[in-house]
Each structure stands twice: as structure tokens, then as C-alpha cells.
T-cell receptor, first 123, second 109 residues
Framework: QVQLVQSGAEVKKPGASVKVSCKAS????????IHWVRQAPGQGLEWMGW????????NYAQKFQGRVTMTRDTSISTAYMELSRLRSDDTAVYYC????????????????WGQGTLATVSS | QSALTQPASVSGSLGQSITITCTGA?????????VSWFQQHPGKAPKLMIY???HRPSGVSNRFSGSKSGNTASLTISGLQAEDEADYYC?????????FGGGTKLTIL
């Protein structure tokens, strides 16, 4: 069965970086996009970007460009999302989600989600 | 990219039907047949309920249906049940990116 397992909760100081991992299993990792979505406390879902694990191509939401980096390690079927220059309003649960096939556009068909990783930014 | 517009809250009684709307633009909802709807219970990850406007994933009740007209997508839930009380989010493809709606809280009366 398809599973996405994320790394544990993080506490960071303003200005630091956080790196969240998302380990995939139950399917061919390089066949499907991985998207990252975050949710601040009591707020809605916010799309951050995607990575194509096959080509290593990425696309980031304009809001995060320059601060976010999405990478992957195909040898261990794991995707990563690193957010730098953290601010208090980056406190959120960060989710990875499996998107569609990498041979078609990166549409929001997220059948599978990770359990979420809470990142808290506080001095 | 502006968020899609959803009502903040809707409510309905057990057994009734409700519809949640999601309004975007020709650059997102109106331009692609790629609208998804997600259900989220408190403290849980979102769950895909509808994709590509009107397709239901395996295991999702046929009480959930989706449609689109112009720049507005809709999610209809018929025969409301207690477990349907949750937050609902729409999303749309737009030029290699995704945009979400602000979310709608469904309350079962």
C-alpha cells in the first residue's frame, strides 16, 4: 500500500532553516510528483510547490521562491522540503502529498498524504 | 496567485443536501478541468474526495459529487451524515501550479 511517512516535529528560531523529509513506499517513487502543502494553525491549506522525482525538476509557488528548496534522493525514495529564513508566521504543519504521473501536468490529484510535520518558529 | 473563493461556513441537517461553491478565474477553474475537493477533519491530513471536477476516488461515498460551470466549481453532499462535519477545500490547477480555496466549515445541525 502507498505510504508517505514524514519526519518529526521541529522547533526553530527565527532566521533558521527547517528541512522536512517524506519517505515514500508502496509505489515507484520516480513515477509520481511530490507536492508540498502547509497549514498554519487554524488556517487553510497553502500550496508550496512540487518536485518531479524523475527529472529533479521543481516548481515553487511565487510566495516561497528564494526561500524554499525541494530535493529528492531516489536511492531511498525520499523527498525533502527545506524552508530558509524562517519567520514566526512560517509556524505550520507541513504536508507532502503524492501527485499525478510525472508524464502529465502536475495537477492537484493528491490521493495520498503524509501525516504532516509541525514546524514551530519561536525565539 | 489569488486563492479561490469559498464560503467560510455552511450547515445542513442530517439527511439533507448541501452545496459548497468555489469561485476562481479563467486562469484556473475556468481554464482547466482539474478541480479537486478535499475533506479535512480536525488534526488529520486532508482526504481527496473529488478530482478532475467530478471523479470520485475509490472508496469515497457516491453521496459526494462535483461539477463546474464557468469559473465556479461546486461540491454537493447529499444525505448528510454526522461524519461529514469537517472542513472542505477546493483546489485547481493553474499554469503548472496549484491554488487552494480558503476552506469551508460544514456543520451538521
Amino acid at each position: 500500500q502507498v505510504q508517505l511517512v514524514q519526519s518529526g516535529a521541529e522547533v526553530k528560531k527565527p532566521g533558521a532553516s527547517v528541512k522536512v523529509s517524506c519517505k515514500a513506499s508502496g509505489y515507484t517513487f520516480t513515477d509520481y510528483y511530490i507536492h508540498w502543502v502547509r497549514q498554519a494553525p487554524g488556517q487553510g491549506l497553502e500550496w508550496m510547490g512540487w518536485i518531479n522525482p524523475n527529472s529533479d525538476g521543481t516548481n515553487y509557488a511565487q510566495k516561497f521562491q528564494g526561500r524554499v528548496t525541494m530535493t529528492r534522493d531516489t536511492s531511498i525514495s525520499t523527498a525533502y522540503m527545506e524552508l530558509s529564513r524562517l519567520r514566526s508566521d512560517d509556524t505550520a504543519v507541513y504536508y507532502c502529498a503524492r501527485g499525478g504521473w510525472v508524464v502529465i501536468p502536475a495537477t492537484p490529484v493528491y490521493h495520498y498524504w503524509g501525516q504532516g510535520t509541525l514546524a514551530t518558529v519561536s525565539s | 496567485q489569488s486563492a479561490l473563493t469559498q464560503p467560510a461556513s455552511v450547515s445542513g441537517s442530517l439527511g439533507q443536501s448541501i452545496t459548497i461553491t468555489c469561485t476562481g478565474a479563467t486562469s484556473d477553474i475556468g481554464g482547466y478541468n482539474s478541480v479537486s475537493w478535499f475533506q479535512q477533519h480536525p488534526g488529520k491530513a486532508p482526504k481527496l474526495m473529488i478530482y478532475e471536477v467530478s471523479h470520485r476516488p475509490s472508496g469515497v461515498s457516491n453521496r459526494f459529487s462535483g461539477s463546474k460551470s464557468g469559473n465556479t466549481a461546486s461540491l454537493t453532499i447529499s444525505g448528510l451524515q454526522a461524519e461529514d462535519e469537517a472542513d472542505y477545500y477546493c483546489s485547481s490547477y493553474t499554469s503548472s501550479s496549484t491554488v487552494f480555496g480558503g476552506g469551508t466549515k460544514l456543520t451538521i445541525l
